[in-house]
């Protein structure tokens, strides 16, 4: 019995999947290796509701891009949060629902009122909701940021149940840390989109540690990078 190839799109030497030739990909390629789980992926599109939603993120995809005279390609036209209020007013969403970390407040105050002035009911939901003591999850006093002193948890299972009772159709994550934010959307009843992820070192613009990971922050790729888990 041959050992199982593991699947590894980010190591392609074709890039073939979004043309024509997507079947000439590598003998590890998941179009050749998966297509009986792509098969039956495919088949829940035709799901009305599923189907719908994949649908309208297409049509709010190509509408991202524009023909400019001199680019030889589509120009980028749109950003992330147009894109978002787009895709919303096409499915005929109402009712969003916003978590969002409570160091991003500022932000969270910015991006609120434009939601609402796009015509939507907003109903938002910080990380610290509850006020709950970090010790209810076995935290040590060594292990909080500011030793000594009171600490409410991060609580987004709270967050996600919140916006469940609320009955949002559409929610939007903002800056959740890592884990909670899985936690987060492990728990929504509601699809979830993420506006921004949390870098605090980044200015919330995680992509930057792999734009420097040969300069600056090559010790990204040095095999020491397992001690952050001790």
């Not at 050992?3 to 799109?9: A, L, Q, R, V």
Request: aromatic share 6%.
């Amino acid at each position: 019995m041959e050992p199982e190839m593991t699947i590894n799109c980010a190591k392609c030497p074709k890039n073939v999947c979004p043309t024509e030739e997507f079947l000439q990909g590598p003998d590890n390629c998941p179009t050749k290796i998966r297509s009986d789980v792509i098969s039956e992926a495919v088949e829940r599109y035709h799901d009305p509701e599923l189907g719908e939603f994949a649908r309208i993120a297409s049509i709010v995809e190509g509408s991202a891009y524009t023909r400019v005279p001199w680019s030889p390609s589509p120009a980028p036209l749109t950003t992330r949060l147009e894109e978002i209020i787009r895709f919303c007013l096409k499915m005929g969403y109402r009712k969003l629902g916003v978590a969002f970390c409570i160091g991003l407040m500022n932000e969270a105050q910015v991006l609120i009122p434009i939601l609402e002035n796009a015509g939507f009911e907003v109903v938002s939901v910080c990380c610290k909701t509850g006020g709950i003591p970090k010790e209810t999850i076995g935290i040590t006093e060594k292990e909080k940021i500011n030793p000594g002193k009171y600490e409410s948890m991060c609580n987004p299972i709270s967050q996600a149940e919140i916006l469940n009772r609320e009955g949002t159709q559409f929610n939007l994550m903002m800056g959740l840390c890592v884990g909670h934010d899985a936690l987060f959307l492990k728990h929504c009843q509601a699809l979830t989109t993420v506006f921004a992820v949390k870098d605090r070192l980044l200015g919330h613009n995680p992509l930057a540690a792999l734009y420097l990971s040969r300069s600056y922050y090559r010790r990204l790729r040095s095999p020491d990078i397992t001690a952050l888990g001790e």
